[in-house]
């Protein structure tokens, strides 16, 4: 059994800062890519920033300069800094890993239950 869980969401002011956790376990062989997610009211769910098994991130325009999303291979986590939060960054963050579960051979994706950021005044 696979699962992603995600931390650190909460309530911040506009030009605050929030770091987003998330933690893959279970039965798990390898991870290769993991990223964050969002989806605002009334939004699509778009793609915030995502970084490969070697470090390599890539961010959404929205987040580039602002956001900075890392990992540690060693305890299959994944974290998002955010920074100079703005009303518009007020979404569900759901954390996304694509994952080999040991049994198997293929890599799965996998999403956790999501956290709410609400940033406001």
């Known amino acids: 059994q696979v699962q992603l869980v995600e931390s650190g969401g909460g309530l911040v002011a506009p030009g605050g800062s929030l770091r987003l956790s998330c933690a893959a376990s279970g039965t798990i062989f390898g991870v290769e890519d993991m990223g964050w997610y969002r989806q605002g009211p009334g939004k699509e769910r778009d793609l915030v920033a995502v970084?490969?098994?070697?470090?390599?991130?890539k961010y959404a325009d929205s987040a580039k300069g602002r956001f900075t999303i890392s990992r540690d291979n060693a305890k299959n986590t994944v974290h998002l800094q955010m920074s100079s939060l703005k009303p518009d960054d007020t979404a569900v963050y759901y954390c996304y890993a694509l994952i080999m579960p040991i049994i198997v051979m293929g890599y799965y994706d996998y999403w956790g239950p999501g956290t709410q950021v609400t940033v406001s005044s």
């Open positions: 970084i490969d098994e070697g470090g390599t991130t």
